[in-house]
C-alpha cells in the first residue's frame, strides 16, 4: 500500500484495495528490459503514492525486438509456461507482441505444525490453503514515428482465467475460483521541440474484475446446531448465505509533461494528470453502485548545476483528492561529486499517502437474505487522515575501474505518522453473531534508522558478483484491539518488527566456455511481522541455482535451462502456510 509501482510510466497500484496483485498484470517477465527500485519518498518524480518508495518497471522497447521467440518452462508442483513473442518493423512501425500461458498447483495444502512464534515460542497447525492458478496473457507494445520530432506509442495487454483462493478450514473462506479479467490500454505522445526540450502526453485505461463467493450454512459458520439460530437471531431460522467477493475496479488518467532548460545551469520537468477511479464490491462496501474517487495533481522538478561540483534537485507535487483534501509532497536533494567516480548525495522529502477507497468506505458484512446484518467483520472510516512521512538520507557512490567495483552506501531516517491500522475488537452495536468488528482508524508513528550497502564486482564481461547488505531499526507503537479479549481494555502492538532488522542478498554468474551460464542467488531476511493477516517468522533463508546452455546456428538462437528455486530448507515469506 505504500510503493509506487509503475510500468512503462503507468501506475499499476490497485484503487479499489490497494497494493498491486502482481499475478494480475498483463505482463510477462520476458518483456521487461529493467527494474529500477528507489527507496524512500518521491512524489514529484514517481507521482501519488510513491511513499515508502517506487518500483519503476521498464519494458523492452520494439525495436529491441526483432523476430520470433518461444519459451517452454515447466516444473515440479505442475509449474508450466509458454510465451511466444514476435518482434518487427514495417515503414516507421515497430511492434512486439506476446502471448502467454502459464499455471501452477501453488502451494501445498499443509496442516502440520508451523515453526514456532520467535517471540513467544508457541507453534500451531498451519492452515490448509487452496492455492493455482491458469492464466493466460497478451501484451502488445508498438511505437510510431510520425515525423522527425513526433511519435505515437501505444499498448495493450490483458490478463485473465482462474485463480484457487481460500482455506479448507473456514466455511466463509471455503475453496474456490477466483475468475479474473485484468486488461489495459496506453497512448503516450512524445515531441521533441528542441535539443533540450520535450513534451510527453500519456493517456491510459486499467480494468480489473474478480469474480468469485462462497456459500455456507449460517450455523455450520457459527458452528452451533441449526436450531440455536432463531435464538441468536429471533425471526430467522438456518439458512445458506453467500459471501460474494466479487471486487471490480476501473482507473482513467491523463497526465502532460514539459522538460526544457531555463539556462545553461538549470533544467526544469513540470507538469499535470487528473485521475477518474471507480471501484465496487458488494461484500467489501455493502452497496451494489460504484464509488467514485477523483485526483488532480501539478509537479515539478528543477535541476541546478549550482556550482563546478554541485547539482541541487528542487521538486514538489500538489495533489488534490475527492477524498481529503489538498496536499502538498516536496523534496530538495543535493549531489556533491568529489572525483570523477567518487561522489556524495544528501536529501530530505516529505510524502503523502492517502487513505484507499477501501480503507475509507469499507462496509465488510455477513447478511440475511432479507438483508438483516449477522456479522459486521470490517469498516472503513471518511475521517482518516493521511499518512505522513518526513525522510532524510545521506549516500556515497564510489567507482574504482581499475578494480572493477562498485559500492553504494546509503543512511537514512524515516519518520512515519499518522499510520492507517485496522485494529480489531471494535464493539459494533448491531453486530449479534460476535460484536467485535475491523475498523480503519489512523494509529501510532514508526520511525526507522538504517543503512544499506550494494557491492558489484565485475572482472570481466563473463563474470559479475554481487553483495547487498541492509540494516533497520524500527520503534513504534499503534493501537491493535480497541477491547482486548484479555483484558478487556485497548491493546497495542510494537512496530519494531514490521521491518527486518537485517537483510542480505548475494548473486554471482559466470559464462563457462562453450556458451554455459551459470548463476546463484542467496537471500537472506531476518526475523519480521508481515503486515496485515501475516505471520511472525523466523529469519528465512532461501537460494536458487541455474545453469543455461545457448545454441546457435541456421539462424536460430536456443537456450535450455536448469533452474532450481530455494534449494535450501523451508522458506516461509509472509505466511508459514507459503511453503
Not at 505482463?27 to 518524480?45: K, M
Not at 467514485?292 to 488534490?320: P, T
Not at 530538495?332 to 556524495?344: E, F, I, K, R, S
Not at 502492538?493 to 521491518?499: C, K
Request: proline share 4%; no cysteine.
Amino acid at each position: 500500500r505504500r510503493m509506487q509501482v509503475l510500468v512503462d510510466g503507468r501506475p499499476v497500484y490497485g484503487p479499489a484495495l490497494g497494493g498491486v496483485r502482481w499475478t494480475d498484470l498483463p505482463l510477462d517477465i520476458e518483456d521487461v528490459e529493467r527494474i529500477e527500485v528507489v527507496r524512500g519518498p518521491n512524489a514529484a518524480a514517481y507521482g501519488a503514492n510513491a511513499f515508502l518508495g517506487a518500483i519503476n518497471i521498464i519494458t523492452q522497447h520494439p525495436a529491441q525486438v526483432d523476430g520470433t521467440e518461444l519459451t517452454l518452462l515447466r516444473g515440479n508442483k505442475d509449474v508450466a509456461k509458454a510465451m511466444l513473442r514476435h518482434g518487427g518493423g514495417i515503414k516507421g512501425l515497430d511492434y512486439r507482441v506476446t502471448l502467454g500461458y502459464r499455471r501452477d498447483e501453488g502451494f501445498k495444502t499443509r496442516t502440520d505444525l508451523a515453526p514456532p512464534d520467535p517471540r513467544t515460542g508457541n507453534a500451531s497447525n498451519r492452515d490448509p490453503l487452496n492455492d493455482g492458478m491458469r492464466i493466460s496473457l497478451f501484451n502488445l507494445r508498438g511505437e510510431y514515428r510520425l515525423s522527425d520530432r513526433n511519435a505515437l506509442e501505444f499498448q495493450a495487454g490483458y490478463n485473465g482465467g482462474p485463480s484457487s483462493e481460500g482455506r479448507f478450514d473456514d466455511p466463509v473462506e471455503a475453496p474456490r475460483d477466483r475468475v479474473v479479467q485484468s486488461h489495459f490500454q496506453q497512448l503516450v505522445w512524445h515531441q521533441t521541440r528542441a535539443q533540450d526540450e520535450e513534451l510527453r502526453v500519456q493517456f491510459y485505461h486499467t480494468y480489473m474484475r474478480h469474480r468469485e463467493h462462497t456459500e455456507a450454512w449460517l450455523s455450520e459458520i457459527g458452528g452451533v446446531p441449526p436450531e440455536v439460530v432463531g435464538l441468536l437471531f429471533p425471526g430467522h431460522v438456518d439458512e445458506l448465505v453467500t459471501t460474494n467477493y466479487s471486487i471490480f475496479e476501473e482507473r482513467y488518467e491523463l497526465e502532460a509533461q514539459h522538460s526544457f532548460r531555463v539556462t545553461p545551469a538549470a533544467r526544469l520537468v513540470w507538469g499535470g494528470g487528473a485521475r477518474f477511479d471507480r471501484v465496487g464490491g458488494e461484500s467489501w462496501y455493502s452497496r451494489s453502485d460504484y464509488i467514485e474517487n477523483q485526483l488532480w495533481r501539478l509537479f515539478g522538478n528543477v535541476e541546478w548545476r549550482a556550482y563546478d561540483q554541485g547539482m541541487v534537485n528542487l521538486g514538489a507535487m500538489v495533489e488534490r483528492s475527492s477524498q481529503v483534501g489538498v496536499h502538498l509532497s516536496p523534496r530538495v536533494a543535493l549531489n556533491h561529486q568529489l572525483t570523477v567516480d567518487h561522489g556524495l548525495r544528501a536529501s530530505v522529502s516529505r510524502a503523502l499517502r492517502l487513505p484507499t477507497i477501501y480503507e475509507e468506505h469499507a462496509d465488510g458484512a455477513v447478511r440475511f437474505a432479507n438483508g438483516d446484518l449477522i456479522n459486521q467483520y470490517s469498516l472503513g472510516n471518511t475521517d482518516l487522515s493521511a499518512e505522513r512521512i518526513v525522510s532524510y538520507e545521506l549516500g556515497y557512490l564510489g567507482r574504482w575501474p581499475a578494480r572493477h567495483l562498485t559500492l553504494d552506501v546509503k543512511l537514512f531516517h524515516d519518520k512515519l505518522e499518522d499510520r492507517i491500522a485496522n485494529p480489531k475488537n471494535y464493539p459494533y452495536p448491531d453486530d449479534r453473531f460476535d460484536g467485535k468488528t475491523f475498523l480503519h482508524t489512523n494509529s501510532g508513528a514508526l520511525s526507522i534508522n538504517g543503512a544499506e550497502f550494494a557491492l558489484t564486482y565485475r572482472p570481466a564481461n563473463r563474470s559479475m558478483l554481487g553483495l547487498n547488505l541492509a540494516y533497520a531499526r524500527a520503534k513504534g507503537t499503534a493501537l491493535n484491539a480497541y477491547v482486548d479479549d484479555a483484558t478487556g481494555a485497548p491493546s497495542y502492538e510494537d512496530l519494531g518488527e514490521d521491518v527486518p532488522r537485517r537483510t542480505l542478498s548475494a548473486f554471482a554468474m559466470h559464462r563457462l566456455p562453450h556458451l554455459v551460464d551459470v548463476s546463484a542467488t542467496y537471500y537472506r531476511v531476518g526475523r519480521m511481522k508481515w503486515l496485515g493477516d501475516g505471520d511472525r517468522l523466523d529469519t528465512q533463508d532461501r537460494l536458487d541455482l541455474r545453469i543455461a546452455k545457448h545454441l546457435r546456428g541456421n539462424g536460430l538462437q536456443t537456450t535450455v535451462a536448469f533452474v532450481v528455486q530455494n534449494a535450501l530448507d523451508e522458506y516461509l515469506e509472509f505466511r508459514d502456510e507459503n511453503v
